[in-house]
């Protein structure tokens, strides 16, 4: 869809936000995984999305996730690679 939308010289933003059960699959990771290897990923300027990881209640005051398919290091990885393809 991108490639045949916009052109490099298009500003893109992309908001994604899917929300699946606890502990199930959730899609923005097969999303992600897409985007990352695709050629499409250089069109896309900014990625506002809610990844879904283990967040666990010990690291910090906020609630604990309970997303056990993905760790906040797999979360951090994706975003460190999104950055490496320019994706703000």
Same mark, same amino acid.
């Given at each position: 869809?991108?490639?045949?939308? $916009? ?7 992309? =908001?994604? %936000?899917?929300?699946?059960? =606890? ?7 097969? @999303?992600?995984?897409?985007? $990352? ?6 069109? $896309? ?7 879904? @990881?283990?967040? %666990? =209640?010990?690291?910090? =005051? ?24 320019? $994706?703000?």
């Amino acid at each position: 869809w991108l490639e045949r939308t $916009v052109t490099v010289n298009d500003y893109v933003v992309l =908001k994604f %936000d899917v929300d699946e059960g =606890k502990n199930g699959p959730t899609m923005e990771w097969g @999303f992600l995984a897409d985007l $990352v290897n695709s050629p499409q990923v250089a069109l $896309v300027d900014e990625l506002y999305i809610e990844l879904h @990881f283990l967040f %666990d =209640k010990s690291y910090g =005051k906020f609630m604990g996730w309970n997303h056990n398919l993905h760790s906040m290091w797999q979360a951090f990885d994706i975003m460190r690679e999104l950055r490496r393809c320019g $994706v703000a």
